[in-house]
């Protein structure tokens, strides 16, 4: 049995979802840890994930965390259609697109996402509430991370660190295509891409894919090209239509700082 705990509006959620799409596969299980309600923190879900984080796929009694791990390990558990390249070598390749994603990608969506969004969110919540949230991370550093985007918005290192991160990932992902080919590793959709669809869905839903993809129109070639993949639409990847609109209307009124941060970021590293 395959068992999936997933929350439909987590960005890391998505790349199992639209690996499951991409493989054509139906019959797994699903649990819902609604992170809004605080689920992840329920001390049976944190016997399967201490980190208190989706997803977790459960296969035959084992567990499997990590998201782009989950992908690969469903990636050799249905081969067809495969989404690795037959060369070793460009396998290692394509896992070092992933790892970047993995470490530094993902802080910056979730640093931009806290000092966009969820920020307002969690400013509105009575102190003890809040109190009540922070006491109950289970992982240090990202506790710091969402503490110092909250508090600080655009002004935490943190959202300085994502401008870096992105601009620098954006680059890249320019530079590869710029031979002409459609995906990241050539001819074949592989996992490096897959891994980044849904943090490029959620920079997208808070406006700020544009910015950073005007002057990149390989870049933006590929992004309409993942936005019209079935795996894509089927797993619904990206915000849902209400949170589109928090986004947008929550993401407007921050722009500006985004813009500026961006600026000086350029005139130093750029
Ligand atoms: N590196 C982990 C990160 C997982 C992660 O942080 N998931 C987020 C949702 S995208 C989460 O569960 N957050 C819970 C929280 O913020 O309390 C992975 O890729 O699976």
């Not at 802080?107 to 806290?114: I, K, P, R, T």
Request: charged share 25%; hydrophobic share 40%.
């Amino acid at each position: 049995m395959l068992e999936l705990f997933y929350f439909e509006n987590s960005i890391c959620s998505e790349r199992a979802l639209m690996t499951f799409a991409e493989k054509g596969v139906t019959d797994w299980v699903p649990h819902h840890v609604h992170l809004f309600e605080h689920q992840q923190f329920d001390p049976e879900y944190l016997k399967i994930n201490p980190k208190a984080q989706v997803p977790t796929l459960v296969h035959e009694g084992e567990i499997i965390r990590e998201s782009s791990l989950i992908a690969d390990y469903l990636d050799d558990l249905y081969p067809e259609p495969p989404l690795k390249p037959q060369s070793l070598t460009a396998t290692a390749q394509m896992r070092e697109w992933i790892k970047e994603t993995d470490e530094a990608g993902y802080e910056g969506v979730a640093s931009l996402s806290f000092v966009a969004v969820f920020r307002a969110k969690l400013l509105a919540m009575p102190e003890d509430d809040l109190n009540a949230y922070w006491a109950g991370q289970t992982v240090l550093e990202r506790t710091q991370r969402q503490k110092s985007c909250v508090y600080d918005g655009y002004e935490s290192p943190y959202a300085l660190r994502a401008i870096a991160t992105w601009e620098r990932i954006f680059s890249k992902i320019e530079e590869v295509l710029a031979d002409g080919r459609p995906w990241i590793m050539g001819e074949q959709f592989t996992l490096a891409d897959l891994n980044l669809a849904p943090f490029v869905a959620r920079l997208d839903g808070l406006q700020l894919v544009e910015p950073w993809l005007q002057d990149r129109p390989l870049t933006q070639k590929w992004w309409q090209a993942i936005q019209a993949r079935r795996s894509y639409i089927e797993a619904r990847v990206g915000p849902s239509a209400g949170e589109t609109e928090t986004m947008r209307i929550e993401g407007a009124k921050v722009f500006g700082e985004f813009e500026q941060k961006r600026a000086e970021y350029l005139a130093a590293y750029g």
